[in-house]
């Protein structure tokens, strides 16, 4: 028995006038998602709570049974561990932006134009740098998909209790990493922040790709705004939670990728695969039934969905949710359906009118061999309401997963 | 007002193909029940939480309102409260079987080939041994139904965290008991357990029952296997919880006897209820009629529905669930329905596919003055999702029962 779990990022909506009082989920044309659901068993889902607006990793991690209260220490080193570096449980991981600030120290954009040109360039001197103040402190800097990039420090005495550096906006000058706690640990980890971004605008000043980038009208790299401190959680696997003797995930973002990596999955990535709407999603099908007979778990996850839904773009959410059907119908026309349970649902909502991640619950369908098939025949929003799994929450997914494959362990005689 | 709960053991399941994709529930012709159904509310119920497979005694402890993760203790203090048994806080209690053992000491048969004739005989010389390296410890040794049995250790300085001897399969020597913590008294538990257990074998092997078996060419029921060890839990009863002044239980297994013994219940027996395929459900049914005047709350479990759940036994599933609904049918016809709640439910679900118990939500109906009463008109594990209750936990049952016949207490102003 084996599980394949499809994540459309964000997939969830909302009404629209737009479309007529549809959801783009309803809107959009997906006969494969729909016959997912005609062999399914259906219902709704709160990723965390009702109500309650999830971010991407404490979903995943509530997806795969995991108290994301318990276990998402942060943004960073999540992020950390899906671009591949390894953690001590005594470093702590940030978030990072390449920005743009100006002279009198205000920020111009918190994503340097979405200038990507460089920026490997301009991460190699900040790896390494260290510190008077605590020369046994090592930090690792590393840039990461477009704008993004990742700080770790690393060493004993730190804490993870410190404030952002972002303000998460424009027009204000950045703010300073503040202790959160009275713990000497926690005021010695500002100020290697501190001294950090304080050393790193030095370099990225004068570094010759700003210098250039300025010369050609370009706004330059010249700020990292820090934030999602956070050691890594102590995560049991999930061959040591469930007894899987092999699980995968395919992922399109690192913030994904590090949620698998610290229940134990293999990552694995795929050539055209960009996270963005010119995603190849088929192939994604394609390296998900490939790993499938290697896995009693795979879980994957588009990304495009969320990114048209924070983008407000109607159209491209529509789009790319009939070619995630695409992707289902190729998956759920290969797999054994004698021995393989198909889960079809989304990580949250990202509301087109919102523009960001909302609390409300997302569409479930779970197909396979012995499911009490509901008399749900459409795979959306409002439709799975009906459906035969009522209203479920995220950490509930798994265990109703276990026990369908088999390998649930009884409470009690 | 009055409330009886009517519990199918193991009475859910999961579509079959052998019934066109039914299951047995929908299969079996259920008039009576489908009338409760009309007349009530319904839902569907997880007994612990979704996808939890719940043992009969935690998911009975939830139906009666107790969080099973705090008072289910282990099987054995459950097993001997059943069978009449008292313990005091510092006792430990067991569960065990008679079992057949070879020269080489491998386990051939768990059950002593199911062969019950002289149990009794070969129980009494084992009530009462004494050791040596624990003198003040007294044992108790009582046979049950069938091939079953208790230990119980009597004293202080006992603990029940060691480990069973029993290895859940055959053709293996059976374990050792160890002390699953540093504490001195699970060392000196498990050293009395293992002391027992080789005194008992001698015992037995030597033993005429055995001899006469031997010589008949039947198995000898030769070993006693030891697990479940628990304390009894301390529990406040039902009248503590809830008010009532009376209730009462009519369960054919020890362990649901006992769960109903700590709640304070009042344990009713029943001739000719057997806990199998032959019981003489209609009798149930009579005794819990003639009980409900005297009592507030009358629960009741029939066993068949779980034993041919356990078997595969489709046909034998479907004919006593309909004997069920013959019981509900009397009770339906009798009761004062101006002031009496009837519950419908099962503890778990045992799918013939699975031959245990499964982490299914279990169906669940609610008829009485005062419930809103939807739409749904047949009782089985689809239809009543989509009933006026949703989808809602084991001990969230008592509460809302509590509340209907008016006499729950408000929270606050």
Known sequence: MRIIILIGDGMGDRPLKALGGKTPLEEASTPNMDEVAKHGICGIMDPIAPGVRPGSAPSHLAILGYDPYKYYTGRGPFEAAGMGIRMEPTDVAFRCNFATINEEMFIVDRRAGRDTEGLDKLAAPLNGLRFNSAPRIQVEFKNATAHRAVLILRGQGLSSNVSDTDPEKINVPPLESRPLDDAPASALTAQIVNEFV????????????????????????????????????????????????????????????????????????????????????????REALEALPNNELVLVNVKGSDVAGHDGNIEGKIEIIERIDEMVGDIWEEVNKEETYVVLTADHSTPIEVKDHSGDPVPLAIAGPMVRVDEVTSFNERSVAKGGLGRIRGVDLMPILIDLVGIAKKFGA
Do not use: W
């Not at 010759?208 to 790299?221: I, K, L, S, W």
């Not at 899987?244 to 694995?268: H, P, R």
């Open 198 to 285: 304080q050393a790193s605008n030095d370099i990225l000043n004068t570094h010759e790709v700003n210098r250039n980038r300025v010369a050609a009208g370009r706004m330059p790299a010249n700020y990292i705004l820090v934030r999602g401190a956070g050691h890594p959680p102590k995560m049991h696997t999930l061959m040591e939670m469930y007894g899987f003797n092999s699980s995968a995930c395919i992922a399109e973002v690192s913030l994904v990728k590090g949620v698998a990596f610290y229940a134990g999955m293999e990552i694995i990535d795929v050539p055209g695969s960009t996270a963005g709407l010119d995603s190849d999603i088929r192939a994604i099908g």
